[in-house]
């Protein structure tokens, strides 16, 4: 079965930098969707970033553009989330995830998610 670990995640202060990685098994992703989503204490889960495995066409939240960058390696089956001037409001746990219906467009809800990693926790300090 679809497997996806992240790691990655840790204490950072603000302005600094986190990479996070998700690993991905079980399957051939290559006509998925993956994402990274995000959940702060007492918040629902936001979408942060996606990208669409075979093409590498990427969507991000619009907040977050230029901050953060998704990105694969189809070789390792991983996706990247490469965070960057990190904000204290950045605290959260994130979480990777797989759409399986390989739509011509990133979903941004999480019902679309067929798949979900355990998560990491990052924490920005200010």
């Known amino acids: 079965q679809v497997q996806l670990v992240e790691s990655g995640g840790g204490l950072v202060q603000a302005g600094g930098s986190l990479r996070l990685s998700c690993a991905a098994s079980g399957r051939t992703f290559s006509s998925y969707i993956m994402a990274w989503f995000r959940q702060a204490p007492g918040k629902e889960r936001e979408f942060v970033a996606g990208i669409m495995w075979g093409g590498g066409i990427t969507y991000y939240k619009a907040s977050l553009k230029g901050r953060f960058t998704i990105s694969r390696d189809s070789a390792k089956n991983t996706v990247y989330l490469q965070m960057n001037t990190l904000k204290p409001e950045d605290t959260a746990v994130y979480y990777c995830?797989?759409?399986?219906?390989?739509?011509?467009?990133?979903?941004?809800?999480?019902?679309?998610?067929?798949?979900w990693g355990q998560g990491t926790q990052v924490t920005v300090s200010s």
């Open positions: 995830a797989a759409d399986r219906e390989g739509t011509a467009v990133v979903r941004t809800t999480t019902v679309h998610y067929d798949y």
